[in-house]
């Protein structure tokens, strides 16, 4: 383990982590779900709504400061854009051309950039153990993703490339604010924070929402207002929370490949679910994602 945190501290870093990961991991079949029932960006301003009005609730109790520092609005704005924006504006996108199984697979490339710029930014120069689990790792997503291109052929897999190329972006995005978040830390407590980064990353939804989108509240079932909650209270309010808490405790770069397990969980979620595809690739990619996860903590 790094000699930049304890091991308690680590421990609880893991623990935060696989918080995140599963509630990402489920999010990609419940955001799937959401979309038989509901305008795609308008949900989300409800998602939004819900979550920071429970963040909010939360920091009055605790009686955290809910306003950032002199000079730290434009931090708070920067990484809303990058850690929320990408998932709220253009990962949606991908899901028009895409399963959320796919989709999952990957937006999960986000490690390798994340381990990239976190040497430069960060100075966290990559051990060979961390190397070693973030190519074990990344052979399980690329065997769930060669089994989707073989399923599908390749013709099929040139009409998903809007896809392709809309949840590559939401990697990018988000890779980078895992790592500057790091490098330049918003200096307020993590829940006020939190509420900050929804409210500036959904603003772009608004706009597409009220220009684009049209509400029907007779159509929504059952299954999808529980996917509202779901898309609210978990995969933004308890997932982000979880997600920079575990940036505290642990290195950006090592944070990133725990996220490995994202795809893994969506995929598995997704089958279960929503009755996409499951056989002997999803079981084997499982085994190595989580090892190089393993392989890379231990590094």
Same mark, same amino acid.
């Given at each position: 383990?790094?000699?930049?945190?304890s091991?308690?501290?680590?421990?609880?870093?893991?623990?935060w982590?696989?918080?995140?990961?599963f509630?990402?991991?489920?999010?990609?079949? &419940?955001?799937?779900?959401?979309?038989?029932?509901?305008?795609?960006?308008?949900?989300?301003?409800?998602?939004?709504?819900?979550?920071?009005?429970?963040?909010?609730?939360?920091?009055?109790?605790?009686?955290?400061?809910?306003?950032?520092?002199?000079?730290?609005?434009?931090?708070?704005?920067?990484?809303?854009?990058?850690?929320?924006?990408?998932?709220? !504006?253009?990962?949606p996108?991908?899901?028009?051309?895409?399963?959320?199984?796919?989709?999952?697979?990957?937006?999960?490339?986000?490690?390798?950039?994340? /381990?990239?710029?976190?040497?430069?930014?960060?100075?966290?120069?990559?051990?060979?153990?961390r190397?070693?689990?973030? !190519?074990?790792?990344?052979?399980?997503? /690329?065997?769930?993703?060669?089994?989707?291109?073989?399923?599908?052929?390749?013709?099929?897999?040139?009409?998903?490339?809007?896809?392709?190329?809309?949840?590559l972006?939401?990697?990018?995005?988000?890779?980078t604010?895992a790592?500057?978040?790091?490098?330049?830390?918003?200096?307020?407590?993590?829940?006020?924070?939190?509420?900050w980064?929804?409210?500036?990353? /959904?603003?772009p &939804?608004?706009?597409?929402?009220f220009?684009f989108?049209?509400?029907?509240?007779?159509?929504?079932?059952?299954?999808?207002?529980?996917?509202?909650?779901?898309?609210?209270?978990?995969?933004?309010?308890?997932?982000?929370?979880?997600?920079?808490?575990?940036?505290?405790?642990?290195?950006?770069?090592?944070?990133?490949?725990?996220?490995?397990? !994202?795809? !893994?969980?969506?995929?598995?979620?997704?089958?279960?679910?929503?009755?996409?595809?499951?056989?002997?690739?999803?079981?084997?990619?499982?085994?190595?994602t989580?090892?190089?996860?393993?392989?890379?903590?231990?590094?």
């Amino acid at each position: 383990m790094s000699g930049t945190a304890s091991q308690p501290v680590a421990l609880r870093g893991f623990g935060w982590l696989g918080i995140t990961a599963f509630a990402w991991g489920l999010n990609w079949p &419940v955001m799937k779900a959401l979309m038989a029932d509901w305008p795609p960006y308008t949900v989300r301003i409800f998602a939004a709504l819900a979550a920071v009005a429970m963040l909010l609730l939360i920091a009055t109790i605790q009686r955290d400061r809910l306003l950032p520092r002199r000079g730290q609005w434009g931090r708070l704005f920067l990484f809303g854009t990058l850690n929320v924006g990408g998932w709220s !504006v253009v990962a949606p996108l991908s899901l028009f051309w895409l399963d959320a199984a796919e989709a999952a697979i990957i937006a999960y490339t986000m490690p390798v950039w994340a /381990t990239v710029l976190a040497w430069p930014v960060l100075g966290e120069r990559p051990t060979l153990a961390r190397l070693g689990g973030l !190519v074990l790792g990344l052979s399980g997503v /690329t065997l769930l993703m060669a089994g989707t291109v073989s399923d599908s052929g390749l013709a099929a897999l040139w009409n998903k490339l809007p896809g392709v190329a809309a949840i590559l972006g939401t990697a990018l995005m988000f890779a980078t604010g895992a790592v500057l978040t790091k490098r330049f830390p918003v200096q307020m407590p993590p829940v006020p924070m939190v509420a900050w980064q929804i409210i500036f990353g /959904t603003l772009p &939804v608004w706009v597409i929402a009220f220009s684009f989108e049209t509400l029907d509240l007779s159509r929504v079932t059952p299954t999808g207002w529980f996917c509202l909650f779901y898309l609210g209270l978990i995969a933004q309010c308890v997932a982000y929370l979880a997600w920079f808490r575990a940036l505290r405790s642990l290195p950006a770069g090592l944070a990133a490949i725990g996220n490995l397990m !994202v795809p !893994v969980i969506g995929v598995l979620s997704s089958g279960l679910l929503l009755g996409e595809p499951l056989g002997w690739r999803h079981a084997v990619a499982l085994a190595m994602t989580l090892g190089g996860v393993l392989m890379a903590a231990r590094g």
